[in-house]
């Protein structure tokens, strides 16, 4: 089984940053992509930055310009450095991420996507 673990949620005033990370963990053969999305409360989740094995990032609209997505794959960490905080971005952030996993006798799944449990972000004065 894999697990993803996030953390650096928390509260930050308007125009603050934070930096969220995200590690995998478990019997791990390969990870694709990474990535983060959020849900506000009565809204849908929605992307907010995909970065790829080889690096290349999506980047969603409404933190264009104001996040950077990075990742360590030695140590199957993705991090989201958000920078000029606004109220709206206050949301629940989860980590996805695509994993092959290796089974107890060595044969490795298929592709499969893992969920963290999410790390609250509240921007608020």
């Known amino acids: 089984q894999v697990q993803l673990v996030e953390s650096g949620g928390g509260l930050v005033q308007p125009g603050g940053s934070l930096r969220l990370s995200c590690t995998a963990s478990?019997?791990?053969?390969?990870?694709?992509?990474m990535g983060w999305y959020r849900q506000a409360p009565g809204k849908q989740r929605k992307l907010v930055a995909y970065i790829s094995p080889d690096g290349s990032t999506n980047i969603g609209d409404p933190v264009w310009g104001r996040v950077t997505i990075s990742r360590d794959n030695t140590n199957d960490t993705v991090n989201l450095q958000m920078n000029t905080l606004k109220p709206e971005d206050t949301a629940v952030y989860s980590c996805?991420?695509?994993?092959?996993?290796?089974?107890?006798?060595?044969?490795?799944?298929?592709?499969?996507?893992?969920w963290g449990q999410g790390t609250q972000v509240t921007v608020s004065s």
């Open positions: 478990g019997n791990i053969f390969s990870i694709n992509g």
């Open positions: 996805p991420a695509t994993v092959m996993s290796r089974g107890p006798g060595g044969d490795v799944s298929p592709s499969t996507t893992f």
